[in-house]
């Protein structure tokens, strides 16, 4: 998930498409016949015996094969005397000599279909690329660099396994307005507990979801700039009306997620100078597990959140940003989101989210 380089949010988000697209294009190929005839090739080509057959038929010179002997020799017995004279006076008496029987014999051996074949065959210097082998190995280079062929040897089976390993068991694309996944307010383990409040000491009163809305696929959370009087929690008055300058929400989902392990991530957009979170926690928790990091959020990036059982590690884009211990290892988590204003901070702010998605191993 980490390069070297911070990718733009458009670019970060185009990788992570890529992504699945390279594991769906990489099972495609594997098995695909494109491939078996690449690897049939492949072995043949690479074979001792190919590969002797093919540096005997480039490397030999026509001199050093039979046939070249036996042209060779045939026209050496051609400027004989004895042939010359038996070639002049056609006496029957000449054949007996040794010579002229030779070069009669080498007449007829050359004028057979089977050795000018042989020999045209040899004397082509380049007689490797008339053989069916030829063209095998012509077809394998091609495979070679054949684009699919160069794509999945580009990458390695464990890769794509590891990109596998990771399913989508959770998402959130805002398509409409928030459905019932979502419930405005904090999570409690008990229905008896207010879920819609707000804290003393924050400069906001959460207003059951009247400052958020869905639009083109983007939910927006406001902060905005109006005085109202809500619940707020007090830690030692408990649960009293107070009032607020400034209104935002808070939200989180009923379904708890995967506890042992899995990635969160979000793109999201923020503005102004409200503070936001969306995290991973429990039911009353004191503690969460943040995906945006409180001094690492920039305007405009796709945030990720690795958990295990030992350790989160934090994702701005494509860079690290944050590493740390998991302070709820084994516990069943929800999301929850909201913007806030710390106390005496005065300031509005949004944030927008594209999308939320998790993914479990």
């Known amino acids: 998930m980490q390069t070297v380089k911070m990718l733009r949010t458009k670019q970060f988000e185009q990788w ?3 992504q699945t697209e390279i594991a769906v294009r ?3 190929i594997e098995k695909s016949d494109l491939l078996e005839e690449y690897n049939t090739l492949k072995e043949v080509v690479e074979s001792a015996e190919f ?7 480039t490397t030999t010179r026509y001199a050093d094969t039979q046939e070249g002997s036996t042209m060779a020799l045939y026209k050496s017995l051609r400027w004989n005397t004895a042939v010359i004279l038996y070639n002049l006076l056609k006496k029957e008496a000449w054949k007996a000599k040794p010579e002229v029987e030779q070069y009669l014999e080498l007449a007829a051996q050359i004028q057979t279909p089977a050795f000018q074949e042989a ?5 082509n210097p380049k007689r490797w690329l008339t053989t069916p082998e030829s063209q095998q190995e012509k077809r394998y280079n091609e495979l070679v660099k054949h684009a699919d062929i160069v794509f999945y040897f580009q990458h390695t089976a ?3 396994a590891e990109l596998e390993s990771y399913k989508l068991t959770w998402a959130a694309e805002f398509e409409t307005q928030m459905s019932g996944a979502w419930q405005t307010g904090f999570l409690y383990p008990s229905k008896a507990f ?3 409040h707000s804290h ?3 400069g906001q009163a959460y207003v059951q979801g009247r400052n958020t809305h869905v639009a083109n696929r983007m939910l927006t ?3 905005k700039k109006e005085k109202t009087t809500a619940a707020a929690w007090h830690p030692t008055k408990g649960m009293i009306m107070h009032e607020f300058a400034y209104t935002s929400d808070v939200w989180h989902t009923v379904e708890a997620v995967a506890p042992k392990s899995g990635v969160l991530q979000a793109k999201v957009r923020l503005a102004g100078k409200a503070k936001h979170i969306l995290c991973l926690t429990k039911a009353n928790a004191k503690k969460a597990l943040h995906l945006l990091p409180a001094d690492k959020q920039v305007k405009d990036a796709i945030y990720t959140l690795v958990w295990n059982e030992k350790e989160v590690i934090n994702y701005v884009n494509n860079v690290e940003v944050s590493r740390s211990q998991n302070p709820l290892a084994g516990e069943a988590l929800h999301l929850l989101m909201r913007s806030y204003l710390p106390e005496n901070v005065k300031a509005t702010g949004k944030m927008d989210i594209d999308w939320i998605r998790i993914y479990t191993k």
């Not at 590969?51 to 038929?57: A, E, I, M």
């Not at 020999?119 to 004397?123: E, L, R, V």
């Open 16 to 18: 992570l498409q890529e």
């Open 26 to 28: 990489y099972r495609k």
């Open 51 to 57: 590969q002797s057959k093919k540096t005997r038929l």
């Open 119 to 123: 020999n045209a065959f040899w004397k």
């Open 158 to 160: 464990q890769e794509i």
């Open 194 to 196: 207010k879920a819609d």
């Open 200 to 202: 003393v000491g924050e």
């Open 221 to 223: 959370i406001s902060t």
